[in-house]
């Protein structure tokens, strides 16, 4: 378990660097998000390449399923976002200020940096490294709500409210998704489709 904790020390650390309100200015967000997920992934599989066999089993119904948890946690995050600018008057700010990344990056080149390397990345690390860890030293509830613990506090160092909420929420939603079907596979295509639609293809805001 050190090597997991020393990665999940080192994934808080980049997301100090990459969130926190006195470093986000110091370096561009896409290169290094792109460097950090990227390192955390390949450790996740050379760490866990004994498992690689159970976490990346295979099969054609994680497409749809994929699909489907997409559209779904998107609609959750639409509803959600109408109901927290309603009752929280700093939710249309904070949100804003997650959207700004935008403007650092070309829409084609944040699409492919999501789809093909981030979103999947992260569900490498976070799900297919730390969670799967936890659950065989443990149970897999246990590793479940420890890597979702572990992947809403990495954000904490954005000290926004709204990008810590949709964290955990996003934690539970595709930790449970890996709870149920043993495999990255069913996350990774969610992670991945979400992405694209919350930041490039109908944004909330």
């Known amino acids: 378990m050190k090597i997991v904790v020393f990665l999940c020390i080192l994934a808080s650390g980049f997301w100090f660097l990459l969130f926190s309100p006195w470093t986000e200015n110091l ?28 976490t990346y089993r295979f099969s054609w ?3 749809p399923v994929g699909i489907f948890s997409a559209g779904l946690l998107y ?3 639409w509803i959600g976002h109408k109901l927290s600018t309603l009752v929280l008057p700093f ?3 904070q949100v804003a200020g997650i959207y700004s990344t935008r403007q650092q990056a070309s829409p084609w080149t944040i699409t492919l940096l999501l789809v093909a390397w981030i979103g999947p990345a992260e569900e490498i690390f976070w799900r297919g490294f730390v969670q799967h860890r936890f ?3 443990y149970n897999p509830l246990i590793g479940l709500l420890v890597a979702s613990v572990i992947y809403t506090l990495v954000h904490l160092w954005s000290f926004n409210f709204m990008l810590l909420a949709a964290s955990a929420v996003c934690g539970l939603f595709w ?6 079907f043993g495999s990255v596979w069913p996350g990774l295509i969610s992670h991945a489709l979400w992405d694209l639609l919350i930041f490039i293809l109908v944004p909330i805001q």
């Open 61 to 63: 119904i994680y497409i």
């Open 135 to 137: 659950a065989r030293r």
């Open 75 to 77: 609609l959750i995050f």
């Open 27 to 54: 370096i561009p967000f896409w290169p290094a998000m792109t460097a950090a997920t990227g390192l955390l992934a390949v450790s996740a599989l050379v760490f866990g390449r004994k498992n690689l066999h159970d």
């Open 91 to 93: 939710a249309a700010d």
């Open 175 to 180: 930790g449970a998704m890996f709870y149920r």
